[in-house]
């Protein structure tokens, strides 16, 4: 490893880092394929096909962030910034090139990263790079056809597949995060999510640096991390996500009724959760690998970004039809859900690192304030205790993802405005004050509109606009209109 320039600290802390990254990172968003890149890391440490010194520097600097309460990282915490700011002065070399499969993959993970940090103009721009890269390769585009000339090799054929729904989940999720409408578009044409290479499949997963340290200590072993496919019911929750986002959030037209196509949206989300193999089904009382928890999360998000458009409209006086009382049911459900699943992270592997998890935690939040606002007295006790839930696991998300500062003030202002007399901290326990947090974007660049302020988005059922409405639409971390 030394031969490509790192600094020169003992060998066990650079595998702990590569061994963070496939046991964290890589079974949900299987960025890197772990066999090329380590081959090639053998084979030529200046740089190859699928490895560079680029990309290495990306992946430990994306790795740091996650292990740096560790033991293992005491007197090398400065190795984060090290290794970020490496990554970025090495991708102008990178950039005189020619685009390469290594070279996509480093900038989807310093998009991570910057993402992480809060740096959204960063975040959003290495991740465009990334796409223009991958298109500049073929990659959107199925080479099966060109493996029997020779030209793609079995090997180049999972790179490309695997690369391709990696790009196609992250511009999902930064789209969701950044409320902007996605780049990739899925076609006939694509790769299929056909993995040929299982072997993670069954491979034992560690979850090195977990809370409870049973876990790696031997109290887990054998556990399968299913790997292959967390990440293919990924994708197809990716796909799922696309067509919910350009329907509703990307999408200036109101709708008064819930139409055929709002009714196949809904049970395709409610479909992604009950078709998953019993295998990836996460409990919020049962150990599970944190990748498929997240996963769980991520489907019950999906499902409230379907059917919250067409929940009851705030305000006392409104009769609800029985399709929008089955969609805040469906909403109410999947809110709950995703609290007991993030408690089951923090129980388990300690406080979240995951912005993902931060996203759900924030849309079940919306849920329980839409309840709440709605004047439903039968639930709305137990929406603000499930409330007060969210806020205080929102709140430890933020001390590792600092962008989600503007999301949890945007949240903040709605409470203070529901219940002007319950202070923040009545029922959280370790309650974080977000001003504490770097800021997502500037402040002076983040429209968060007074209590009351109307604004100029298109609002469920055309009721009159409010912030809640504008929670609704805008971006987690941006907390700007979805555009």
């Not at 970020?84 to 005189?96: G, H, I, N």
Request: charged share 20%; hydrophobic share 40%.
């Amino acid at each position: 490893m030394y031969s490509v320039n790192l600094p020169e600290v003992p060998h066990d802390l650079y595998k702990y880092l590569l061994d963070s990254h496939w046991t964290w990172i890589q079974p949900l968003y299987n960025m890197v394929y772990r066999p090329a890149f380590v081959r090639d890391m053998g084979d030529n440490p200046e740089g190859g096909q699928y490895f560079s010194p680029f990309l290495l520097h990306a992946i430990l600097a994306h790795s740091t962030r996650f292990c740096r309460d560790q033991p293992a990282m005491a007197g090398y915490e400065g190795f984060s910034d090290y290794f970020w700011r490496k990554a970025r002065t090495m991708l102008v070399e990178e950039l005189d090139k020619a685009s390469t499969v290594a070279t996509v993959q480093g900038l989807l993970l310093l998009s991570a990263i910057e993402n992480s940090r809060g740096n959204v103009s960063q975040s959003w721009t290495y991740s465009g790079m990334a796409f223009r890269m991958l298109q500049d390769l073929g990659i959107h585009l199925d080479g099966a056809s060109q493996a029997s000339d020779g030209r793609f090799s079995e090997e180049d054929l999972e790179v490309r597949r695997r690369l391709w729904w990696s790009a196609f989940l992250w511009d999902k999720m930064i789209s969701i995060y950044f409320g902007r409408t996605p780049t990739l578009q899925d076609s006939p044409l694509a790769p299929p999510t056909i993995l040929v290479d299982d072997s993670t499949e069954s491979e034992p997963w560690i979850p090195i640096g977990a809370a409870d340290t049973s876990l790696t200590l031997g109290g887990v072993p054998g556990v399968p991390g299913h790997g292959v496919s967390c990440f293919v019911a990924a994708c197809r929750m990716a796909e799922v996500l696309h067509r919910v986002l350009m329907r509703h959030y990307c999408d200036s037209t109101a709708r008064a009724v819930v139409e055929r196509q709002d009714r196949d949206l809904m049970r395709d989300t409610i479909a992604l959760l009950e078709d998953l193999a019993p295998h990836l089904r996460a409990r919020p009382d049962a150990f599970a690998p944190h990748h498929i928890i997240v996963l769980n999360c991520l489907i019950h998000a999906v499902i409230v970004l379907a059917h919250r458009p067409f929940c009851p409209a705030p305000g006392p006086g409104h009769s609800p039809s029985p399709a929008t009382c089955s969609a805040m049911k469906a909403c109410m459900a999947s809110a709950r859900a995703i609290n007991g699943l993030a408690e089951n992270i923090r129980r388990t592997y300690g406080v979240c690192k995951f912005a993902a998890v931060g996203y759900s935690l924030w849309t079940a939040a919306t849920v329980f304030v839409l309840d709440i606002k709605s004047s439903r007295p039968a639930t709305a006790t137990d929406s603000m205790s499930q409330l007060d839930v969210s806020r205080e696991l929102l709140n430890g998300v933020a001390q590792f993802c600092p962008g989600i500062r503007q999301a949890i003030i945007a949240l903040d202002n709605q409470i203070d405005h529901l219940l002007p007399d319950r202070t923040r901290s009545d029922n959280v326990s370790g309650f974080v004050d977000p001003s504490a947090f770097l800021p997502a974007v500037p402040q002076s660049q983040v429209p968060v509109a007074p209590v009351g302020e109307a604004s100029n988005l298109v609002t469920d059922f055309g009721q009159a606009p409010d912030l809640l409405s504008e929670l609704f639409h805008s971006g987690f971390l941006t907390q700007t209109p979805f555009q």
